[in-house]
């Protein structure tokens, strides 16, 4: 079963910023989406370099949302994507849905 | 201290805009998404600080680095602890920051840096130093000395024993080392762009991808030496 995304660390962050808090959440709306196609994009082109790097980004997002063990298995795809092995490709698709649905609930 | 923060991603700026924001002596005072535009920014305006993510693609945080001549105190910024050790070779770089930072570890980054004694730059010129040089090199050939104009220099390549010096009426073939003609040459107009090649940058036509192009010779550009040659350019 994959983690679930949480906002515990956004929230320690902001404290009572509240207004921080949401810029936030609208910032991660807005740019996971994009990280998200960049890197089907990247894959469908076989274009693994350039899929490597934008894992390298949204494994940061993984941490943001507290998903250690996703983030644990991002790296470990990050190098073998560097290798021209991306037989990876469907359980990190599973964990960018899983913070796909996340987002919309928030 | 006026700080800067370098990263190309949005959410992590944020982060170190938040945790900047809690500090009453750190003011931000720009924000960039790739190092060419901070490059053009620490031209302008002075800062005393920078966040720096290492990985950025094209021109990363270590290349950044090594394109300023006296850079600021700088924080690294990293998703992978294994750069970041990297990153210490340089001493600008006061402590680095494995993603996601917490407010705990921001705040002993910034007692580091505050603590820590370091000449920072004034501003950070593309321009070279404005040496005062003479304007003309005597070459050794056939036991003639041949007076060179400075400026009609081109292009120093290195050839096994020798080396080329093409210039805008003729080629040389000297005696001598790349090195050795390096010293004589003002730094303000020459550049070493790779292991076998000086250039002349006032001579530069355009620049493509790993090559420049003086006259009619495309000088290869060696990943090592890009940085600086990046720092020199005087970008739009």
Redesign the interface.
């Known amino acids: 079963m994959l983690e679930k995304p949480n906002l515990f660390y956004v929230q320690e962050l902001a404290g009572d910023d509240l207004a921080f808090e949401n810029k936030f959440i609208g910032i991660l709306k807005d740019e996971f989406p994009l990280e998200q196609q960049e890197y089907v994009n990247c894959i469908e082109k076989s274009q693994l370099m350039d899929a490597a790097q934008i894992v390298h980004k949204l494994k940061h997002k993984f941490n943001i949302l507290s998903m250690t063990e996703s983030y644990t298995f991002a790296v470990a795809y990050e190098e073998e994507l560097k290798k021209s092995r991306p037989q990876m490709d469907k359980r990190f698709r599973e964990i960018l849905n899983t913070i796909e649905d996340y987002l919309k609930t928030i | 201290m006026k700080c800067i923060i370098i990263d190309?991603?949005?959410?992590?700026r944020?982060?170190v805009k938040?945790?900047c924001s809690k500090v009453s002596t750190l003011d931000i005072i720009g924000e960039f998404d790739n190092a060419i535009e901070a490059i053009k920014f620490l031209n302008q305006y002075d800062v005393d600080l920078i966040f720096l993510d290492i990985?950025m693609?094209g021109f990363s945080g270590v290349d950044f680095v090594q394109t300023l001549k006296n850079p600021p105190k700088i924080v690294m910024t990293t998703?992978?602890t294994e750069f970041a050790i990297a990153a210490y070779e340089y001493e600008a770089i006061i402590d680095y920051l494995v993603?996601?930072i917490?407010?705990v570890r921001f705040e002993k980054c910034i007692q580091k840096v505050e603590n820590t004694s370091f000449v920072t730059n004034s501003k950070n010129t593309t321009k070279a130093n404005q040496e005062d040089v003479g304007e003309d090199l005597y070459i050794n050939i056939d036991r003639r000395l041949i007076k060179l104009k400075l400026n009609d220099i081109l292009v120093v390549e290195a050839k096994g024993d020798y080396i080329e010096v093409k210039t805008t009426k003729q080629d040389y073939r000297v005696h001598t080392t790349l090195k050795k003609i390096k010293e004589k040459l003002p730094e303000n107009t020459f550049l070493q762009i790779h292991r076998s090649y000086i250039i002349n940058f006032t001579k530069i036509i355009d620049i493509e991808d790993n090559s420049v192009l003086i006259e009619k010779s495309v000088i290869p550009i060696s990943r090592s030496n890009r940085p600086e040659l990046m720092r020199r350019l005087n970008l739009l």
């Open positions: 190309d991603e949005v959410a992590a944020a982060i938040q945790l990985h693609p998703s992978d993603k996601p917490t407010q």
